[in-house]
């Protein structure tokens, strides 16, 4: 059983704004750094953003100021707010632990932006 689970995916148009979110094991919420990656088709998966336990984060430089990551320790939840979507982050969302562990990733919650 994969022991995280992200959902909040969807279609948006350019400009629009979207909520991911990832319910993680208590056991490996309490004691990770979380990532949010993606794929796009074609291209190699990538770190997008990613958040320390004690809530330092650090993004990509093609997400930095439109995306927010952020963690509630109490519902052992990562959240990946995106604003300001363009066509470009387009892709399948995964969230997993930072680094990342191969036998973590989940099914992914599909974010495309379209007009």
């Known amino acids: 059983q994969v022991p995280l689970v992200e959902s909040g995916g969807g279609l948006v148009q350019p400009g629009g704004s979207l909520r991911l979110s990832c319910a993680a094991s208590?056991?490996?919420?309490?004691?990770?750094?979380m990532g949010w990656y993606r794929q796009a088709p074609g291209k190699l998966r990538e770190l997008v953003a990613r958040?320390?336990?004690?809530?330092?984060?650090n993004y990509a430089d093609s997400v930095k100021g439109r995306f927010t990551i952020s963690r509630d320790n109490a519902k052992n939840t990562v959240y990946l707010q995106m604003n300001s979507l363009k066509p470009e982050d387009t892709a399948l969302y995964y969230c997993?632990?930072?680094?990342?562990?191969?036998?973590?990733w989940g099914q992914g919650t599909q974010v495309t932006v379209s007009s």
């Open positions: 208590g056991t490996i919420f309490s004691m990770s750094a």
């Open positions: 997993n632990i930072y680094p990342s562990v191969r036998g973590y």
């Open positions: 958040i320390t336990r004690g809530g330092i984060t």
